[in-house]
């Protein structure tokens, strides 16, 4: 068996610094979920690439090509902007396959939305299940944050406990502040992703009651660029 120190190493030799960082975690969460070797491969290098794309800032949404994303218009965005939907308390969902610009689109609608005076809070939903003070962080979103961006919804399995931790949040958060998700999930296989729909169902329910709910499909923006550099 490899040691954990020496294959961080090997990574970092390559340069996936985010891969050598995380490993632990992710083989952790591997072996807790039983997956696949091909979700595991595949867990690896989308665990990388986004990273990536994370540290390359700010995304505006100026900067978003709908020449190249053309499941979603210019105009549906634009109408987002007058931010309604977070003095409404709706939600907005992104659906779709890594790489097609759920990210940037919700980081370039929070940006504007900071720059209307509101304030936003991004986390991915990873980050959000490991957090441990849950009822803390529940206190603290209800009095500070306008809207929170989940981003990342689905990708690395969630042990049961995350699961309910999350729910827990979706709950709290219900009607309370605008949630912007991005998920790799559709609505049909979070049954699976959610352990059972006795689960999934009040969640999903809780969702997409009140949301704008954006399907994007395509190609991925990142094997464009690889393609045509
Ligand atoms: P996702 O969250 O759907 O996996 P991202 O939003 O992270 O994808 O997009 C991957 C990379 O490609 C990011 O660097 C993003 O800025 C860029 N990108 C994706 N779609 C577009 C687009 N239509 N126009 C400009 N850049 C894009
Ligand atoms: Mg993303």
């Known amino acids: ?3 954990f120190d020496k294959l961080a190493a090997k990574y970092k ?3 996936l ?6 490993l632990t975690d992710i083989v952790r969460m591997a072996e807790e979920n039983e997956i696949s070797y091909l979700q595991f491969a595949d867990m690896l290098v989308t665990h990388e690439l986004s990273s990536r794309d994370k540290k390359r800032i700010l995304k505006h949404l100026e900067e978003f090509d709908y020449r190249f994303q053309t499941t979603v218009t210019k105009k549906q965005i634009s109408r987002l902007l007058d931010f309604t939907f977070i003095d409404n308390r709706e939600n907005i969902i992104f659906i779709g396959t890594p790489g097609v610009g759920k990210t940037h689109l919700a980081i370039g609608i929070g940006i504007k939305a900071v720059e209307a005076g509101y304030k936003v809070m991004f986390t991915t939903a990873m980050a959000l299940i490991e957090t441990l003070e ?8 209800k009095k500070k944050i ?3 961006i989940i981003d990342e919804l689905g990708y690395l399995p969630m042990n049961r406990k995350g699961m309910f931790n999350l729910f827990q949040l979706i709950n709290a958060l219900y009607e309370y502040r605008s949630v ?3 998920t790799n999930k559709n609505f049909t296989s979070w049954g699976d992703f959610f352990f059972d729909d006795n689960v999934a169902v009040p969640v999903v329910d ?3 009651h009140h949301s704008h709910i954006f399907m994007l499909g395509g190609d991925s923006y990142r094997l464009k660029q690889k393609t045509s550099a």
């Open 206 to 208: 809780r969702l997409i």
């Open 180 to 182: 912007i998700l991005t």
């Open 134 to 141: 849950l009822a803390e962080l529940k206190g603290e979103l």
């Open 17 to 22: 610094n985010s891969t050598a960082e995380s």
């Open 13 to 15: 030799a390559l340069r």
């Open 146 to 148: 306008n809207a929170i």
């Open 1 to 3: 068996m490899p040691s």
